[in-house]
């Protein structure tokens, strides 16, 4: 079955500490994986797409690694900031089915001045 | 680009109405889906339309949900009636023809039914 876990669930740190999200999945055949940020009351932003040829791929302070031996995903977060705190959704999709994308259950992730 | 557009942003209403949520996805963009969120399921995925034409609706969860897609630029879900475990964050999204397939996200409808 494919399922894509998160963790942790929940997660609070203080402004300017560096933080580090994991991803696991049993997607097959895998395509590609994202990640999503979510502020509340907002729908989920894309962050970071990685193909299963791509191993780190950055944006800004948000660094995603992609070990599709493992199938282990990470979003590192450095130097965070107040605005950081949201859910952080990792996405995958199959390659026999790229119009559906699976969900993990989101980390929440509190940002503390 | 305005983005996907949903309305109405909330939606409260009684149990046994019927709710009708609204979505423009964005312009050009061949594929919109219907989104469910809850606390306790994450995401789900209800039903995706590839121009206009629903094409996977094993998401929707009941006979009291329907979807339609009149035209490229507009998109309804129904439910009738309602009952309180309907309440939840509906979000609609849309993706066109660029590279890794993306879906856009609207800002969804919280709907919450008495």
């Known amino acids: 079955k494919n399922q894509v876990e998160q963790s942790p669930q929940s997660l609070i740190i203080l402004e300017g500490k560096n933080c580090t999200l994991q991803c696991n999945y049993t997607v097959s055949p895998f395509s590609n994986l994202r990640w999503y940020k979510q502020d509340t009351g907002r729908g989920p932003v894309s962050l970071t797409i990685?193909?299963?040829?791509?191993n780190t791929k950055s944006n800004g302070r948000y660094t995603a690694t992609l070990d599709a031996d493992t199938k282990q995903s990470s979003l590192h977060i450095t130097a965070s900031q107040l605005s950081d705190s949201a859910s952080y959704i990792c996405?995958?999709?199959?390659?026999?089915?790229?119009?559906?994308?699976?969900f993990g259950s989101g980390t929440r992730l509190l940002v503390r001045p | 680009d305005a983005g996907v557009i949903q309305s109405p942003r909330h939606e409260v209403t009684e149990m046994g109405q019927e709710v009708t949520l609204r979505c423009k996805p964005i312009?050009?963009?061949?594929?919109l889906f219907w989104y469910r969120q809850t606390m306790m399921r994450g995401l789900e995925l209800l039903i995706y339309f590839n121009n206009n034409v629903p094409i996977d609706d094993s998401g929707m969860p009941e006979d009291r949900f329907s979807a339609k897609m009149p035209n490229a630029s507009f998109s309804t879900l129904k439910i009738q009636p309602s009952e309180p475990r309907d309440s939840a964050v509906y979000f609609c999204?849309?993706?066109?023809?660029?590279?890794?397939?993306?879906?856009?996200f609207g800002p969804g409808t919280r709907l919450t039914v008495l």
């Open positions: 996405v995958v999709s199959a390659l026999d089915s790229s119009y559906k994308l699976i």
């Open positions: 990685m193909t299963f040829s791509e």
């Open positions: 999204a849309s993706r066109g023809q660029g590279p890794y397939n993306e879906q856009f």
């Open positions: 312009s050009g963009h061949d594929y």
